[in-house]
């Protein structure tokens, strides 16, 4: 109990939990725009963070912004471009709201031309028109662009529909205490409308006005209140004799909170319209008016049952009273604010565009799960494909061309990391076909797709890969569009079966392959590719962790080509590096390529000349440069880029290749793995941990890291936009990934130091003690009597010799922050563990044992042949041991600071004080032999006095001498980096300080030579 005491492991808490709240106040960890500091969940793992090994990351939110900005589109194999805007550094964006976007013209003109053509082509949206004829002979011109609008028109729907996204009318916000639980959620009213004069009245009623789209025109050039979802007028068209195609609205009175609807259950189209009685204007020419035959009006509902806890919220009607109950939105949902449109509108359009805006133009607020869909509804919207409300079983869409259509939902797949897709199935409100629409990644929408013998659309496909490979390597994350027209009789079958697969336990594999079994035999429509931007700072992080040492993983979800291009932005890879890839599609190739690598790596060669890009299974840059490497391969630096597939056959522990694959790693100094599952990625960093026995740091900021943040040895989570499930569990939180430089090369490097450094010294000073207890033993029969009296060996390590341990793990530094952020090369220091390691504690106890019997020998020899008693004897060697401690204390110590001043002091103080009063009080106190004036005799004689300087010096002459030898002789890399540091600072101060006496000599020359010479002149003038 006295050499490792309780107090040892009460000081190593205490000292981890001043070191946590050193890291937690950390200034340069704080992030001014989100106004959070790093967040410390564990207390008792400070240490583990100077000895990182490897980190695995993920991308997208970690690496990246996590705010999709949509970038491109391809339908038909053709591209539409979205450029940032010219001035979108100088944009004033609400916090939250995505980068505007600029409309591509192109595709505005190309999706315009579905309103100019007299009959649509498309089965989907059959136009309802009178003047209906036959298309065969129509220009293939003018049929070739229809069908091409009717695809974009598609897409766009897919864009809207496909999705979890709600529709909500106020943004939504949690309240959280201090405790971090949400306590209730509220909804923040819009601000009060602007009263204007005239047109302009409602001008500034919302603030995500977007400007007005053709297709959408405002119903009264006076609107006094904006229309709500919920009120709508619902048309339907049974014949085309009664009103035509010339219909006008200037004698149908609008009533206060009534709608129009019509008996037609299966056609229901919706236009938002003004709630007060007004006169609404016609309808621009280029928006098809739907025929109605009849038309009348009817209360609406007072109550409407919510079947969906993410059901769109209605808006209120504006004669509704104002004290009405608010309700909380909510408490789980991304939400954005409107995007605004930044696009430029063709003459005709702001021609027909009103100064106020409708209804209809009164972009709602969207609310998702995940930042894509956001970017995709926010990117139909601008093209007036417009998400209106969402219901469990229903989706009201404003379709270009169409006007407002609700679109019937029998089924939603959600997506999962397995099949890399979501899906929605949805019956068309006129035709009544079933119609599955689903988005995902491209190798799975791809790999699905019907089989056609149709040379356009096979085309079709060949130019939208190239557009997908075009766009993965700009670094844009692809998402593909495809669908299938259902029998209805397939369908109910499926669902049949389905339903039975939900009800079971342990459904999950069965759920998948019921979703797998109805997304297939697919037609493509389009892909896209959003721009997820890096963070500020990542390229310098992960530079300046290479630098130090760390292997870093980056493990994505995205194809390839697009983890590649961000790699190499974030300087995870490097042009110099040679590019290793590793994609097989069956274990015996997964073998075969792992061992060609290792063995072209290790110079052995036997099948080099083998490896190419032909071969199916993997590839490395240019052919040429395969068969002919270099002489210094062996010294080059490396990356490794795998698939999920491959990572299938690798991890498989049947498949023997997990050793090999981690031997290949070892000899990459970054690896890269793309369509990786959650699943994957805890067990990458499994096996790291127990195969390679490394120390590992996951950061992550989404649900799908949690596993991997879990299993690593250190978590980090990102608070980002992905929901709070990274956090929770985490070890440590912080908002940027650029911390993460701070985080492990400052603080950790420090943590570890100072906690190494504070136990040697724990076992160091009790060690001494014990041995000053063992050589009395030779002494008196090793009859188990001590010459130390109890109150000292009950207060050594809780009062006396408890204040140098804390300043030590807490406040001292090896090296300024300074010198470890430009050095990363330092923190190898605790990567591999240099402070503490076995020979440092046998070397330590040695030197123990010395001072030990430097102590023991020199006081019993100082009082050899005296009439010393036994408690004086005990109570020199005590001062002298005290000394001793106190004084290693001092010269080990690298920066002072008046922490270690007062802990020192304060020690010497309170052992005196305590002595004095102890040994001056207590006769007979607690039971224990009486030292009754003993301190006070003892303190006053010369021989003490004596016995504690020669003691002192001759104890710690070795390790003074060896601490000389290791900081100025043979220094340790951080040693030689401080004393390097020191002497530049000096010379610089040196050099500062002559060429200012320089400066002040010249001066004072310059300035004698003037006075002469304008005493010179004086005299000059005078005589003249």
Known sequence: MVMIPLSLYVTVEMTKLLQVYHIHNDPELYDSETNKKIECRALNITEELGQVQYIFSDKTGTLTENKMIFRRCCVNGIDYNHPAPSNEQKLKVRPGAPVPLMVNSKLQEDLSFIRNVPVKLNENFPTLRDNRRNFQNADPDITGRAKHAQSLQELLLVLAICNTVVVSKHPHHDVMNASGVIETAVNYKPPPKKQLEGDDRNADANESVASIPPSCQPLSKKLSTPVLASEKIKLSSRSNSDLGMKANFKNLPLQKSKSLETGNTQEKYSRLCESRSVTPSPPPPQVPLLPLKKIHIEEPRTTQR???????????????????????????????????????????????????????????????ESPDELALVDAAHSYDCRLLKRTPVSATVV???????????????????????????????????????????DSSIIANLAPTESIEAQQNIIRTQQQINSYARQGLRVHVMAKR????????????????????????????????SIETQLTLLGATGIEDRLQEGVPECIGQLMAAGIV??????????????????????????????????????????????????????????????????????????????????????????????????????????????????????????????????????????????????????GANDVSMIQTADIGVGISGQEGMQAIMASDYALSRFKFLERFLLVHGHWCYDRLARMVLYFFYKNATFVFLIFWFQLYCGYSGQVMIDQMYLMLYNLLFTSLPPLAIGVYEQDAPEELLMANPSLYKQGRLGLVYQPHSFWITMADSLYQSIVIFFITLGAYYNSDIGLWEFGTTITTACMFIMLTQVAIETKSWTVIHVISIFASVAVYFLFSLLYNGVCVDCFGLPSNYWVMQMTIVTPVFWLVILLTIVLSLLPRFLWLCYSRWLSPQDVARAVRDRKTHVARGEEFLASWSRSTSTSSIYRSMDATVKSGQNNILTSVG
């Open 485 to 516: 027209n259902l029998p209805e009789s397939y369908f109910m079958e499926w669902l049949n079966a389905h339903k039975e697969i939900e009800l079971c336990h342990d459904n999950k594999d069965k759920l998948t392959e019921s979703y797998c």
């Open 306 to 368: 919510n079947l969906s806890p993410i059901a769109s919220s209605n808006d209120n009607s504006p004669t509704e009273e104002k004290n009405e109950e608010v309700k909380p939105p909510r408490p789980k949902l991304l939400n954005v604010s409107g995007l605004l449109f930044v696009g430029k509108k063709s003459k005709s359009n702001v021609s027909n565009q009103s100064t106020t805006p409708s209804p209809c133009e009164l972009k709602p607020i969207f609310e998702a």
């Open 399 to 441: 379709v270009p061309g169409e006007g407002l259509v609700e679109f019937e939902i029998l089924k939603v797949l959600p997506f999962d990391a397995t099949r890399k897709m979501m899906s929605v199935i949805i019956r068309h409100p006129r035709t009544r076909e079933i119609i599955l629409y689903c988005k995902g990644a």
């Open 552 to 701: 870093v993983w980056v493990l994505t979800g995205d194809k390839p080509e697009t983890a590649i291009n961000i790699a190499y932005s974030a300087k995870l890879f490097s042009p110099q590096m040679e590019i290793m890839n590793l994609t097989a599609r069956s274990k015996s190739a997964a073998e075969t390529a792992i061992n060609i690598y290792l063995s072209d790596i290790k110079g052995q060669n036997p099948m080099s000349n083998n490896i190419g890009m032909d071969v199916g299974v993997f590839g490395r840059g240019d052919r040429n440069t395969q068969r002919h490497p270099e002489p210094s391969r062996t010294n080059r630096k490396r990356a490794l880029v795998i698939d999920g597939k491959t990572l299938t056959f690798i991890l498989d522990a049947r498949s023997k290749l997990q050793k090999p694959f981690l031997e290949l790693t070892t000899l990459c100094s970054s690896v890269l793995c793309c369509r990786v599952t959650p699943l994957q990625k805890a067990y990458i960093v499994k096996i790291v941990k127990e195969i390679l026995h490394k120390k590992t740091l996951a950061i992550g900021d």
